[in-house]
């Protein structure tokens, strides 16, 4: 019996050390508790390869008193006192990724498995959660709590900037539940009402390409804007006195096991380049692709992050990827507003949605990404609000949005959400590849060609380059490639980074127009008629060809000049002095 128990201590011991040896993640964060207490803010996290004894919680480099329960972990802030900021664990001399903590106190929940249904329209909707926009000459708070005692709901999320709370009904069913929204919506003191279809987030479609085709990123000049703002930032004589950029990049989590991201686990400062993420189960998440576009290593695995490119010579550029929780676009939203609230000059928007019935230019329905007219017009509700609260509290923050993947226009309001509103702190990316025509310079309009499956007209203020390589390396180190305007997006917010790091000053009308002058061309050289199935973006114009009104540019799309782009907000300085 002496002999049994001396054996289990010893696999005791041995199974603890492994467990000690397994890679720390933090893989969740959201509010808990009382989500509308203001003088304190509960966070629930869960973490991967925590071992038995005591971890370390630190939130901007402080230590932070923590409850455990097994993996799971909760923290107690005051607001006031304890400010927004990266949050790791330590343990037995391990370091987790960082992952953004907000303390603005914009929260929504997501519905579990058993309170969602299926509407009529296919699609998966929640069924008890929703929220009401309230009118803005009310007090929101008392508006809600009003709305939820006569209807018998439950207050539980909120996104106080946008006056907008989130109810739970007490219903049961999805004509209980539309019945009740029908009456919601009918309060003199309710703007709208949002519901929340089908998953948070739809990954984009996988498309191969040939591993012989050249570099994409070749068709925006990649390689030469990341040697022209090291060269030129650090110059001799007139150098540029750089600034440290805040991103936020509205996706799930990142893959902190992949090459491309490990060296972002444990504490980070500016000026190194920083990330900020919930660690993903698997390379192949879309936010991995989507942040590598960003933040890759250059030399671990096979990728080329283009503001890690630039570290060295920029001040930092502080990335974070946050979704707030799984609960749709209202999520995404109430990212949004935490991460402007804490400083983000740039917000990242790689997803949009298409009503039902929404038209190929081709012809034929869209079958992804897809709502129901009740939802668009909640959605519709929301984003307008955000738009409001942005230009009015924010005007120098820019939104930086994908076109979309439907083969259909990004401009159509009543079929197409954001990319359709019409602001000048929004920017909406098209995707282009390239034509594959050998020996054609890259200012050539043919160089590169419109993706097939990318939205298109001229609410598109200009493409970038739709395919790069995941960050899930195979045998021969490259990963499969991503295809969509989704990884277009984050190119145009890579560069616009790098833009206001030299000039913190411009406007995003500013950067728009920089963007449309060093822009080069791509398609052909149309007239100024409502788009049709070969435009990609808004035609570029005489102004932004120092009026010269027999420039061959002139009527063709914008494709993404990296170089130029910086080149140009270089001699935007020398304009301001």
Known sequence: MERRWLLFLVLCGVAAGARAEDPLRLQRLERCGDLLDTRRQVFCLQASGLASGPVQARLGGVAKPTERDGDRLRITFETGKDTSGPLRLEQDGRNSNSVWLSMAGNHVVAAKPNEMATNPEGLST?????????EERYNGLDQARQLAQKYGATLVGAIPALNTWQLRLPVKNLTERDALILRLGHEVSVDGVVIEESSAEEAEREVPVSKESPDEWAANRFADAVNYYRRRVAARGAPVEAAPVRIGVIERNVDFDSPDFAEYLGPCELPRTCLYARDAQSPQAHG?????????????GGNTGFLRGLEGVSKGFEVIVERDSDAGITANVAASVNLVEDGARIL??????????????????????????????????????????????HPEVVVINSAGNGASFAGQDEYRLPSSFVTDQLLVVGGHERSGQPDLPVNSPDYAVRRASSNLDLRVDISAAACTHGVDPGADGEGSVH????????????????????????????????????????????????????????????????????????????????????DLTVQSLDRRR
């Not at 929640?126 to 309230?134: G, T």
């Not at 991995?288 to 671990?300: M, R």
């Not at 230019?361 to 519709?380: C, F, H, K, L, N």
């Not at 449309?516 to 005489?542: K, N, Q, V, Y």
């Open 126 to 134: 929640y069924l008890n959660l929703v929220s009401v926009i309230i």
């Open 288 to 300: 991995s692709t989507v942040a590598g576009v960003l933040l890759a290593h250059w030399q671990k």
């Open 348 to 393: 990242n928007w790689s997803w949009g949605l298409h009503r039902i019935g929404t038209q190929k230019v081709q012809g034929g329905d869209i079958d992804t990404q897809v709502r129901s007219g009740v939802a668009m017009a909640g959605y519709e509700e929301l984003l307008e609000e955000f738009f409001r609260w942005l230009k009015a509290k």
């Open 483 to 566: 295809c969509g305007t989704s990884f277009a997006t984050p190119m145009v917010t890579g560069i616009t980074a790098a833009m206001l790091s030299i000039n913190p000053r411009l406007t995003p009308a500013q950067l728009r127009i920089l963007l449309r002058r060093s822009s080069l061309p791509i398609g052909g050289d149309d007239d100024f008629e409502p788009a049709d199935g070969e435009d990609l973006t808004a035609p570029i114009i005489p102004s932004e060809r120092t009026f010269d009104l027999s420039h061959p540019d002139i009527g063709r799309s914008a494709r993404l000049d990296m170089q130029k782009a910086l």
